[in-house]
Each structure stands twice: as structure tokens, then as C-alpha cells.
């Protein structure tokens, strides 16, 4: 980052003012963002590492992570692959209305998870659109595993997209135009040309998706039903278990979606320097 | 751009369109017509519900009170990040996206315990920082602090540093070149960090409940009312609020998206 | 108001950037910082502005050392490269604005300020562009309402960072001769930045060439040209012929001072590779055997006389050569 340039030293803040507004600001980050991390591994370890083992291996939140798991693939598979389409199409073409789609794209990341939930209730719940269809068919969406797999795909839906439509359209059609005339098929180009091009920006999509898959909690509340053992997801498992009273178990839950968490800003990161290493090599 | 066709057109083409209509237009729509069946008394009577109304005043007043709060430290945040080398920024600068890493739950789970009476801070505070209206600006500031920072970086990146330089040659202390030159160059990030936050803080529901309690009239936010309706089979009443929430949301991506169009990021002349 | 530059020295990184640079730029003259990018002008431009602080050395204005006085406090008005005018202000703002943030006790009334700033939308002849955006204005006016915005607050030095360079070359020349007029009304102490030496000849009253880290010669412009102190300023202003090797050094020509004939007697065989008349004088391109190539200047009188095309062989020797002693690079 030293290759920001800045103002002349002659002309910016007096040197105490740059180093006192440093140290507030470190301090603010350390209390305010740190202070909450490192409280959570603290607790998760309060009531000892029995507990804290105990914890995960429990039924219910074995139960619970699996299917944090199983809805985070596939909101990652179903935003990466739409991602890559709709990145890719509407980077390449205008159709008319191509802003609105744009902005389509931006709407699961306006709305609150509560009201994404609803509308899926009202779409696969008993009295929805699809209610008495599914019903005759013997499916349950909602107060089932595959509503917890779509409203968490809902949420995370354009994550890539977003990702991936500047630098699409910063990219630029040359590249794909002289494979093209070279005599490479579509296929090939996309997987030669256009996709390497776009792998960090795809990575750096999935990893933000996925994060959120796994941490989705209002949407998925809402369609759950919180059954035990059925439908609860590791949010939901850490908050059914506080409201019990199992705080040790609750913050051990915490503490793997923490790590998780840390996992994905470390990845973030390292994604973001290699973009920008490979950027100015080019 | 012309619509040239390009080989793949119908492909990509086809999932977008099929994707984008089945996974957002589609749910979108249900809420929508359901709204529109609705009895007509309902707005009204959901209007004039007192506790409604509170939640929703609530939830308003305290995502400005975040909004107001991120802007003044994420301003900070992102100010520091780009122009004060220290050791150890690139860590800083990585931890700044915690809250978005960080599932809501669990973010709702650690700031009540470290806000409550026993927690490292609570018990250094003279007065209860959960299960009142101050946790809650509390959470909603915690998960939406990154947008304001992360909205300005990029305008601070791109700065050109002559415009202060001028300044000064031109005889201009510091505060009023950052006052006079700077600060307008910012203005639109500043305005579009706030909006998002706003917005990401008037939706937020899991930080929340675990930290304010739940408390009708008091620290009930709006997201939770409507939890609070579907399990007393209220649909209607659900899907009203919903709907008065998602005006307020596409309102203010709207905002957003008018002031990239006339503004778009630095302007360097 | 005189600048007297004394011993500035300055190392960034491990590599200097000014060596021990002394320099004496008298009041009301117009000197131009001639030199190849990193030969330090600029640095030492900024170092005038108080920019950028020296590791050695002072600058002093009219006898007053500046030391470490910040720029706001130097009355410098410094011109960019890419203009740094502030976008989202109108052009009147843009130049009121040193006026605008004096302290409230030296600040003009507003009626002054906006005679002010008619004045000198006169002076830049863009009397009704005042309201523009500078996104509005094309880079010859954007450079113009910069300068006008320096001169507002009535520096005591005018400093210019290849002000020109990101301009057309059409509009460079039309500039060019419009800041030596300015120059000669306004008679403020100027210093101008360029690696164009046909700027520096042009504009400058007198002119300092410099080269890594250095100053390599300084006078006025005929001076530097005529006789340049060094291989470098030689090869550098202006185009020059590397001849032989000799007892002090190597030997160069001018393309001008360089004689050509048909008669084998008069000098070295060479051939014609490239003739083109280039207005008033004709430039012609010469190989000689050993596969060197010379740059010849003829009238096109002498032209004529001799009758020779592309191809022809002739006779080549230098009038005048200056040899220099150290080893060169440009």
C-alpha cells in the first residue's frame, strides 16, 4: 500500500496529529472489533475443554453443522455459476434493461434477511403459491431442509456477480475477440481466456458467499421451524442452546463459525494480493 | 456497446435470466401480490398499532444513530488506513471486514456477553449497555461499520495529492484545505458509506436478538415484529411490514445508486 | 524577488537526487530548470515550494532564509503538471481560492476579491468562463486559469512543473509565448521546469541544465547553446555530431557547422542516406564508412549549389568542434 502516493510531507497533518489519530484509531479497532473476537474464544473456554469438545460433538450440533454445510455448497454452487453467467452476459451485452438487471442484482443485499425469509414462506408454505402443490406431492420446502438451502441461496445469490461484473467489464472483449480468431471454440475460450482471467475475482466472490452462507441467520430463522435435530443450522443451534442457558456451548459453537470466519478474512486477503500481484505484473 | 452477439450469448444469457427471475423477481413477486390482497384496513390498522409503530421508529432512529456512529469512526478508520503507514496496517486493514465475516448471531452473542453486567467492558461501565435501546445501536454498529470504510478507501486512494499541495501553496492551512478541498471530494462515498450502512442496520435481526431483549415498546426492532407476527400466524400483518421495510430498503439503494450515476468516484481534473 | 539556492542536497532511498546544488536566480528573471526526468529539477522546484525539505542546503527569498517554513507561509505560486485544480469548484472559485482562505484580518473585501478575479479572467482570456467546471475546459485553459489562480494572491515567486508537458504540441507553443508575455507584464521571479530544451531556449532569460543530481551549466540560453560547458548540456541542447576520438576527449559538431563538398580533398567520404528540406535549411542524414551516421544542417542555397540527391557520395568536415573530456550519457 506504500504506493499510494501522499501529499508532500510539507503540506499534511503536524507528525503528533497523524500519530495520536493512528493510536485512537488502533485503539477503537482493538476494543471495538477485537475485544469481541477474543471474548468469544475466552467464553467458549470458560467452562473448560471438556465442555468446549463436548459441545461440538454433540448430535444436535453435529446435525446442525452438517447442514450449515450442506447450504453453504449450494449457495456457493448456485452463485458461482449464476455469477459467472450473469457477470459474463451482462458485461458483454446491453440489452435493453440492461440496468435494471443491474440493480436486480443489488436486491437480495437491500433486503433484510426477515423479509427474505417471508417471501419464501409465502411462496412454498402451506398457504403459498406453491403450498398445495407441494402438499399433493408430499414435498415440504419450508420447515424443512430445502427452504433453509433456498433462503440461504437467495441471500448470498449475487454475491459473485457483483464480484465479478467490473472486472468483466473492465477486462474488456479483446482478449476473448483474438482467441476467437485464432480458431477457439466458445468453450475453450471461456475456460482459457476468460476464466483464468477472472479466477481471483471468482474466488474472492466465492469466499465472500460462502462466509455469509454460513453465518446466514434471519432468513433462515424465519423458514426453519427450529426443529431440533431436523432444521437448525449453527446459527440457530447457538441461539437455541443460549436460550437454554448453555452459554459454554453456545460460545464453543461461536468460536468454530469465529475461526471460520478468521479462515475467510485470511484467505480474502491473500486472494486481494495476489489479484493486485498479478495485476501490475500484467 | 452495441448488442453484438457474442458466441455464448444464449447461454449465459438463458441462466441469468432464468436465475435472476426464479431467485429474486419471483420471491419478490409473491410478497408483493400478497401485499396487494390484502385487506385495506390492514396498512391502516398496522399503522395505527402503537407497538408497530414504536418498533418501526425504533428501528429507524437506531440505525441512524449506527449510520452516524460508523460515519464518524469508520471516517477515521479509513483515513488512518490510507494515510498513515504504521506497522501492522495491512492486519488493521484485514480486520476491518470482521463484521462482515462474522455471522450476525454470533457477533449478537459476544457484544451482550462483553456489554453485560460481567463482561470486560460492561463491568468497567456505569451504566447497563444491554438488554436497552444503547445494545442495540451497539450490535447494529458492529455489523455495519465496515461499509462506511470500505466505501471511502477507494475515494482516498485516489486522491490526487496536488490538489492539497495547491492548496497550500495557494496559503491554506490544513484545516481549511480538508475542509474546502478535500471533504466535498469525499462527500458522495461518505453519503453512499452512511446509506449502506443505514440500510444494513435497518434490516439486521440476528445481532439484535440477543442483545436487546426483545422488549416491546422498548427494544423491539421491526425486523423482529415480524418474526413476531408469522408465529402468531398474523400473515397479513407480516407481510405489510415487510413491505413498508423493503420500501424504505429499495429507497435507499436507490439513493445509492443515483449518487454513483451522478458523482462516480473521484474526479480528477 | 531573488532566490538564492545554497549547498541543497538531498538522498532518498540510497540514491541522491540533489548533490550540493547551488544557484542564484535574479529578481524579476525567468530561468528555466532544463533536464533529463530524474536529473533532480524537479525535487529542487519543490524544495523552492517548501514541498519537499532538503537534507542540506537553504533556500533563501530576497535574503530571507525559508528553512523549514511550510508552503503556506513561502507566498509561492506553483503551477502543476496536470493543473491540480479543484474539481468541484468553478473557475472563479478555482482562483479566488487563495484569496478566500486568508485569515480574516488580511482578507480583501468580496467586492475586491471578485474585481480580482475579473482581472485576471481578462488577463488568461477566458473572460466568460467564469462559471465552468474545470471538467468543462480543455487542458490549455485548465493550465491557463492555474496560472491565473497562482498569480491571484500575488507570489513573490512563480514556480512551474512542466506545466506544458501534458498538453499538445500545438497548444505547448501557443502557451509557451503566452508566458513570456505574461512574464514581461507581471515581472515576477519565475522558475520553470521542463526537459523540453526547445521550451528552455524559447521562454528563459537564462537557463540551467541539469544532470543527475547536478547543475551542469547555467546561463542564457545563447550561451548554452553555443558554448555548453559540458558533453552532456553539448548533447543535450540541441542537436550535435559525436566525431573522433582525440587527445582531450571526443570532438562534436553541430549539424550547422559542418561542411560539405564534392571535392574528395575537403574532408571524409560519406553518403547521402536521407535529404529533407525542412523549411528554410535542409537536413540531411550522412554514413560514413564505418557505418556512423551524421546529422548535416545546409541552406538550401548551398543545396543547390551542390546538385546532390539520396544516394550521392560527398565530402564531409566539421568548421567548428568542441571536444569534451568526460565520459557522457544521455
New interface residues.
Given amino acids: 500500500m506504500s504506493e499510494i502516493p501522499l501529499p508532500a510531507e510539507g503540506v499534511g497533518e503536524p507528525r503528533w496529529l497523524r500519530w495520536t489519530l493512528t493510536a485512537v484509531a488502533v485503539a477503537f479497532l482493538l476494543v471495538f472489533l477485537v475485544l469481541p473476537l477474543a471474548n468469544i474464544f475466552h467464553a467458549a473456554l470458560s467452562e473448560g475443554w471438556r465442555v468446549f469438545l463436548a459441545s461440538l460433538r454433540d448430535e444436535e450440533a453435529a446435525q446442525a453443522i452438517r447442514l450449515s454445510l450442506l447450504s453453504t455448497g449450494a449457495a456457493v454452487l448456485l452463485s458461482g455459476v449464476f455469477g459467472l453467467a450473469a457477470a459474463w452476459f451482462l458485461g458483454r451485452h446491453r440489452i435493453p434493461g440492461h440496468g435494471l438487471w443491474v440493480a436486480v442484482l443489488d436486491l437480495p443485499f437491500a433486503i433484510s434477511p426477515v423479509v427474505a425469509g417471508l417471501m419464501f414462506v409465502l411462496l412454498f408454505g402451506l398457504d403459498g403459491w406453491f403450498g398445495p402443490w407441494l402438499d399433493r406431492h408430499n414435498t415440504q420446502i419450508i420447515f424443512a431442509k430445502p427452504g433453509i438451502v433456498l433462503a440461504t441461496a437467495f441471500v448470498t445469490f449475487p454475491f459473485v456477480a457483483r464480484e465479478l461484473l467490473p472486472l468483466v467489464e473492465a477486462l474488456g472483449p479483446e482478449a476473448e475477440e483474438a482467441a476467437r480468431l485464432l480458431g477457439a471454440s466458445p468453450w475453450q475460450t471461456f475456460w482459457r481466456v476468460t476464466l483464468p482471467a477472472l479466477k481471483w475475482g471468482l474466488l474472492y466472490g466465492v469466499i465472500l458467499c460462502a462466509s455469509r452462507a454460513m453465518g446466514e441467520f434471519g432468513a433462515v430463522s424465519v423458514v426453519s421451524g427450529h426443529i431440533r435435530g431436523e432444521t437448525m443450522t449453527l446459527p440457530l443451534h447457538i441461539e437455541a442452546v443460549y436460550n437454554e442457558y448453555q452459554f459454554g456451548a453456545a460460545f464453543a459453537c461461536a468460536s468454530l463459525l469465529s475461526l471460520v470466519a478468521l479462515v475467510s478474512l485470511a484467505l480474502k486477503s491473500f486472494v486481494a494480493w495476489r489479484a493486485r500481484r498479478d495485476r501490475e505484473a500484467a | 456497446?452495441?448488442?453484438?452477439?457474442?458466441?455464448?450469448?444464449a447461454?449465459?444469457?438463458?441462466?441469468?435470466l432464468l436465475?435472476?427471475t426464479l431467485?429474486?423477481?419471483?420471491?419478490?413477486a409473491?410478497?408483493a401480490l400478497?401485499a396487494g390482497h390484502a385487506r385495506a384496513g390492514t396498512f391502516a390498522a398496522l399503522l395505527g398499532d402503537p407497538r408497530v409503530r414504536t418498533a418501526c421508529l425504533f428501528s429507524l432512529g437506531a440505525a441512524l444513530a449506527a449510520a452516524l456512529f460508523n460515519l464518524l469512526?469508520g471516517t477515521?478508520?479509513a483515513?488512518?488506513?490510507?494515510?498513515?503507514?504504521?506497522p501492522?496496517?495491512?492486519l488493521?486493514?484485514?480486520?476491518?471486514?470482521?463484521?462482515?465475516?462474522?455471522?450476525?448471531?454470533?457477533?449478537g452473542?459476544?457484544?451482550a456477553?462483553?456489554y453485560g453486567p460481567k463482561?470486560?467492558?460492561g463491568r468497567l461501565l456505569p451504566f447497563p449497555a444491554v438488554y436497552n435501546q444503547l445494545g442495540v445501536v451497539l450490535a447494529l454498529s458492529?455489523v455495519s461499520?465496515p461499509f462506511v470504510v470500505r466505501s471511502l478507501q477507494p475515494v482516498l486512494?485516489e486522491l490526487?495529492?496536488?490538489?492539497?499541495?495547491?492548496?497550500?501553496?495557494?496559503?491554506?492551512?490544513?484545516w481549511?484545505?480538508l475542509r474546502?478541498?478535500v471533504l466535498?471530494?469525499l462527500l458522495p462515498a461518505l453519503l453512499s458509506g452512511f446509506a449502506l450502512s443505514f440500510?444494513r442496520a435497518?434490516?439486521?435481526?440476528?445481532s439484535v436478538?440477543?442483545i436487546s431483549g426483545n422488549l416491546p415498546f422498548k427494544t423491539e426492532i421491526a425486523?423482529?415484529l415480524?418474526?413476531v407476527k408469522?408465529e402468531q400466524y398474523d400473515?397479513d400483518g407480516?407481510?405489510a411490514l415487510?413491505v413498508v421495510?423493503?420500501a424504505v430498503?429499495?429507497l435507499?439503494?436507490l439513493g445509492v445508486?443515483l449518487l454513483h450515476r451522478r458523482f462516480g468516484g473521484a474526479?480528477?481534473? | 524577488m531573488s532566490i538564492e539556492i545554497r549547498n541543497l542536497s538531498k538522498r532518498l532511498g540510497g540514491k541522491t537526487i540533489l548533490d550540493r546544488v547551488s544557484l542564484d536566480i535574479p529578481e524579476g528573471s525567468l530561468l528555466a530548470l532544463l533536464g533529463p526526468s530524474g536529473s533532480g529539477k524537479t525535487t529542487l522546484l519543490r524544495i523552492i515550494a517548501g514541498l519537499e525539505t532538503p537534507d542540506e542546503g537553504d533556500v533563501s527569498v530576497r535574503g530571507e532564509a525559508s528553512g523549514a517554513r511550510r508552503p503556506q507561509d513561502r507566498q509561492v505560486g506553483f503551477v502543476f503538471q496536470h493543473y491540480a485544480l479543484f474539481p468541484h469548484m468553478s473557475v472563479r472559485e478555482n482562483i479566488a481560492f487563495g484569496l478566500d482562505v486568508k485569515p480574516r484580518a488580511q482578507r480583501p473585501a468580496r467586492e475586491a476579491i471578485r474585481a480580482r478575479v475579473d482581472e485576471l479572467l481578462q488577463l488568461i482570456q477566458l473572460d466568460s468562463y467564469g462559471h465552468r467546471l474545470p471538467s468543462e475546459l480543455s487542458g490549455g485553459q485548465r493550465q491557463r486559469v492555474a496560472l491565473a489562480r497562482a498569480l491571484a494572491v500575488e507570489p513573490r515567486v512563480l514556480l512551474l512543473d512542466e506545466p506544458f508537458g501534458a498538453l499538445d504540441a500545438q497548444v505547448r507553443a501557443e502557451l509557451r509565448q503566452w508566458l513570456r508575455r505574461l512574464h514581461d507584464v507581471s515581472k515576477v521571479t519565475t522558475v520553470l521546469v521542463t526537459h523540453d530544451q526547445e521550451e528552455a531556449m524559447e521562454v528563459a532569460d537564462t537557463v540551467a541544465v541539469m544532470n543527475r543530481a547536478r547543475i551542469e551549466q547555467v546561463g542564457p540560453p545563447r550561451d548554452i547553446y553555443d558554448h555548453p560547458a559540458t558533453a552532456f548540456v553539448a548533447r543535450f541542447v540541441g542537436q550535435m555530431n559525436q566525431l573522433h576520438q582525440v587527445a582531450e576527449g571526443t570532438a562534436f559538431a553541430r549539424p550547422h557547422d559542418m561542411e560539405l563538398s564534392l571535392d574528395p580533398g575537403e574532408g571524409e567520404t560519406a553518403q547521402v542516406v536521407k535529404l529533407a528540406p525542412a523549411g528554410a535549411f535542409a537536413r540531411l542524414r550522412l554514413r560514413l564508412p564505418s557505418g556512423r551516421e551524421l546529422e548535416v544542417h545546409l541552406t538550401r542555397e548551398r543545396l543547390a549549389h551542390l546538385h546532390i540527391v539520396e544516394g550521392s557520395r560527398v565530402y564531409v568536415r566539421p568548421n567548428r568542434v568542441q571536444v569534451f573530456p568526460e565520459d557522457y550519457s544521455i
Avoid: N
Avoid at chain 2, 11 to 16: C, E, K, M, Q, V
Avoid at chain 2, 160 to 172: F, I, K
Fill in positions: 456497446m452495441t448488442l453484438v452477439r457474442r458466441p455464448g450469448f447461454l449465459s444469457a438463458g441462466i441469468t436465475g435472476g431467485m429474486i423477481l419471483l420471491p419478490l409473491a410478497l400478497k469512526w477515521l478508520l483515513w488512518v488506513l490510507v494515510r498513515y503507514p504504521f501492522g496496517r495491512r488493521a486493514d484485514a480486520l476491518v471486514d470482521l463484521p462482515f465475516a462474522l455471522p450476525t448471531a454470533v457477533a452473542l459476544t457484544l456477553s462483553l463482561g470486560w467492558i458492529f461499520l486512494e490526487p495529492r496536488d490538489l492539497e499541495e495547491a492548496a497550500a501553496c495557494l496559503g491554506a492551512s490544513r481549511a484545505t474546502r478541498v466535498p471530494q440500510a435497518v434490516g439486521e435481526y440476528g436478538v440477543f425486523p423482529l415480524i418474526v408469522l400473515y407480516a407481510v415487510a421495510m423493503l430498503s429499495l435507499v439503494l445508486h474526479r480528477h481534473v
